[in-house]
């Protein structure tokens, strides 16, 4: 069987509630990839979801910290802790539930700064980024006629039509009361003494100010910092 396969049959046997047969085939799966195939995050992160449906809570939380430990970008960090949100909340774990969605946004957050930045160097720097004269003589004639988005600090133009939607979602996400209402639904449930629109002017006051936009600082500001009181 290809490993489509063995995850298409791991979706059934969890359906069944066969649940260990399940995580066999979700193991299977991972090491019988060929080439060809891709085995994604979000295929990865149905393990712990299984483990902890088949009681192994402990194996599960480890499958999770596996994975995020082997994963240094801020997309696939937001996405793992988003999984570890809701496996803590399944537990029970409110506040660590809390801790891990309001981590997962920030490096929501951080991600689409860092790509906005990232064409913003590229349109300011077009030199640096196409090192070829031969490269950057053909983005110039490719750029020839195409729409202007935006346009940098510095005036250069930006081409890429992403970074408008990126930057729209960006200062959605930001949007005192959408950052409420998803904060909101990720405190449900919680005897902890911290309203949503408490916590997004917590985290936006921080995400303002952050100095070093690294995994570590981030993670030290939700997890060591103690965002959520007792």
């Avoid at 483990?51 to 970008?73: C, M, P, S, V």
Wanted: proline share 2%; aromatic share 10%.
């Amino acid at each position: 069987m290809s490993a489509r396969e063995l995850l298409k049959e791991a979706t059934e046997l969890k359906k069944l509630k066969e649940y260990d047969w399940a995580c066999k085939s979700l193991r299977l799966a991972y090491v019988s990839a060929d080439v060809d195939e891709y085995i994604t995050l979000k295929d990865r992160l149905r393990l712990p979801m299984y483990l902890q449906l088949a009681g192994k809570n402990d194996e599960g939380w480890r499958e999770l910290n596996i994975l995020a430990e082997h994963t240094k970008n801020f997309r696939d960090q937001a996405d793992i802790n988003n999984q570890m949100k809701i496996f803590l909340r399944k537990e029970g774990n409110i506040k660590q539930s809390v801790i891990h969605g309001v981590y997962a946004f920030i490096l929501e957050v951080i991600d689409k700064k860092q790509y906005i930045r990232n064409l913003e160097y590229s349109a300011d720097h077009p030199k640096k980024i196409n090192a070829d004269d031969l490269d950057y003589e053909l983005m110039i004639l490719f750029d020839e006629g195409r729409d202007i988005h935006a346009y940098t600090i510095n005036g250069s133009p930006i081409y890429d039509c992403s970074f408008k939607f990126i930057r729209e979602d960006l200062y959605k996400m930001l949007d005192v009361p959408t950052m409420t209402k998803r904060f909101d639904k990720l405190l449900s449930g919680s005897k902890l003494k911290l309203s949503g629109a408490q916590l997004a002017i917590r985290v936006l006051y921080e995400i303002k100010y952050f100095s070093n936009n690294t995994l570590s600082s981030i993670s030290k500001f939700c997890f060591a910092n103690h965002i959520i009181p007792d």
